[in-house]
C-alpha cells in the first residue's frame, strides 16, 4: 500500500517501497517495502518459510502434503488440509457383486428330467461408484407350459407322450363301449367272458350229450 512519507522536509506521495544505499557507490541497498496490506496470515503459508505481513515477519504453519496423504476408506477419500506442489490421486478399489438366483415352486428339483428350466442371473452396471450393499433384483416368474390328452382303448399298447416343449399334466381315457347281453347261463360252463361292468364271469351252461343205443335215442 502506497504511503506519504517525508524525508528531510521533503515529502513523497504514493511510495511503496524505501531504498536506502548501503554503499557509496550505490551498489547494495537496504529495501524497505510497505507490507501494512498483507493479509496473509501464518496458516496460508507454507510451512517453515517466513513472509512479512504489517511490517512483522511471520512463519508459516501450512503442512506440505503429498499423494500419500490422501486415504480412501469405502466411499470415502479423506483429503487433509494443506499444500500440495502437484497434482494427486487416489484410486477407489473396484468394487465386486456376484448375482445368485434362488429358484422356488413345488414341482422343480435338482432330479435331472426331459424338462429343465436354465436361469441365467445377470447383473449390470447401473451408477458407477463403490458399492457398499447389494439389493436384491425384482423377481422373475417363469410357467412350465402344460397340456392334457385323451387315449382311445384299443386291442394294441399305446405310448401317451407329451408334445415338445409341454408337461404333461393329465391323460383322459375314454371309457369302454359294450352292449354285450350275454349272462353266465348263455356261456358254456368253464368258459369266462367280461360283462358290460368289464367284470370277468365264468359261464355256467351245459352241452347236452346224445346217444343212440339199441334203437333208443337218449339225451342227458
Known amino acids: 500500500m502506497a504511503k506519504n512519507i517525508t524525508i528531510n ?7 511503496n517501497e524505501l531504498k536506502i544505499p548501503l554503499t557509496a557507490d550505490l551498489a547494495t541497498y537496504a529495501h524497505f517495502p510497505d507490507t501494512s496490506d498483507a493479509t496473509a496470515a501464518v496458516g496460508d503459508i507454507r510451512s517453515a518459510k517466513t513472509a512479512f505481513v504489517d511490517g512483522v515477519s511471520v512463519t508459516g504453519t501450512l503442512t ?3 499423494s500419500t496423504d490422501v486415504t480412501a476408506s469405502g466411499a470415502t477419500v479423506t483429503v487433509p488440509a494443506g499444500i500440495y506442489d502437484a497434482e494427486v490421486e487416489k484410486s477407489i478399489a473396484n468394487g465386486s457383486a456376484t448375482p445368485t438366483v434362488t429358484a422356488s415352486g413345488t414341482v422343480i428339483g435338482d432330479t435331472s428330467s426331459s424338462y429343465p428350466i436354465t436361469i441365467t442371473p445377470k447383473a449390470t452396471v447401473g451408477t458407477p461408484g463403490y458399492i457398499a450393499s447389494i439389493a436384491d433384483g425384482s423377481a422373475v416368474t417363469k410357467y412350465v407350459q402344460t397340456e392334457t390328452k385323451t387315449a382311445t382303448p384299443t386291442t394294441s399298447s399305446q405310448s401317451i407322450t ?4 409341454k408337461l404333461l399334466s393329465g391323460v383322459t381315457v375314454n371309457a369302454v ?3 354285450g347281453t350275454a349272462a353266465a347261463s348263455d356261456v358254456i360252463s368253464g368258459k369266462t367272458f367280461y360283462n358290460t361292468a368289464l367284470t370277468p364271469v365264468t359261464g355256467t351252461a351245459t352241452i347236452p350229450s346224445v346217444s343212440l343205443a339199441s334203437g333208443v335215442l337218449t339225451i342227458s
Open 64 to 66: 506440505e502434503r503429498t
Open 9 to 15: 522536509g521533503n515529502n513523497y506521495t504514493n511510495v
Open 177 to 179: 363301449s359294450l352292449t
Open 162 to 165: 407329451p408334445t415338445a416343449g
